[in-house]
C-alpha cells in the first residue's frame, strides 16, 4: 500500500489530547484503539505510522495487559519499537515514559527529528517502500 493511501484516521485531535490526560494504560486503550492514537498523532510524519505498523502492529501493550517487547530483541518496548537499552536514560532524562503510548510516540518523534528513519532500520524491508513513495510524491510536490 503507497504512503498516500495508508489512511490517517479523521478522529478528533480532542480526543487524542483526552487520552494524554489519562494515567492508566488500559484506560487509554478503552478509549482509542492504539492504531487511532498513531495514526492521529502521526499524520503529520505519515511513515511513521508504516513504521508502527511494521514494527508492532500498532501495539503498546499485550493482551494480558504488559508492553508489548519485541521478538527479536525483548528491549524493544512499546508501539514504536524503542530500544530500552539504548533510549530508556535519555527518555527519562528528556520526561518520556516509553512505556506509555503518550511517551512511547512522542519519544519516536524527537528520535525521527533527529535521526530519520534510521533507528527503524531493521525492519525497514517492511516500511521501505513507503518511504521511497513518499519521498517521490514530496518531490513531485514541488
Known amino acids: 500500500m503507497p504512503i498516500n493511501e495508508i489512511p490517517t484516521n479523521s478522529?478528533?485531535?480532542a480526543v487524542v489530547k483526552q487520552v494524554e490526560n489519562r494515567k492508566s494504560p488500559k484506560e487509554i486503550e478503552s478509549i482509542l484503539s492504539t492504531?487511532?492514537?498513531?495514526?492521529?498523532?502521526?499524520?503529520?510524519?505519515?511513515i511513521m505510522i508504516a513504521i508502527a505498523r511494521c514494527e508492532s502492529t500498532f501495539r503498546q501493550l499485550d493482551h494480558d495487559g504488559d508492553i508489548h517487547r519485541g521478538r527479536a530483541n525483548s528491549a524493544d518496548v512499546g508501539v514504536m519499537q524503542i530500544n530500552e537499552f539504548y533510549h530508556?536514560?535519555?527518555?527519562e532524562k528528556k520526561d518520556y515514559d516509553i512505556h506509555t503510548i503518550e511517551g512511547n510516540t512522542a519519544y519516536a518523534r524527537e528520535l525521527y527529528k533527529k535521526e530519520g528513519t534510521k533507528p527503524w532500520t531493521a525492519?525497514?524491508?517492511?516500511?521501505?517502500?513507503?518511504?521511497?513513495?513518499?519521498?517521490a510524491l514530496a518531490l513531485n510536490a514541488k
Open 11 to 13: 478522529i478528533d485531535t
Open 35 to 46: 492504531e487511532q492514537y498513531v495514526r492521529e498523532y502521526f499524520k503529520d510524519i505519515p
Open 88 to 91: 530508556l536514560k535519555t527518555s
Open 123 to 135: 525492519s525497514k524491508p517492511c516500511w521501505g517502500k513507503y518511504e521511497a513513495k513518499s519521498l
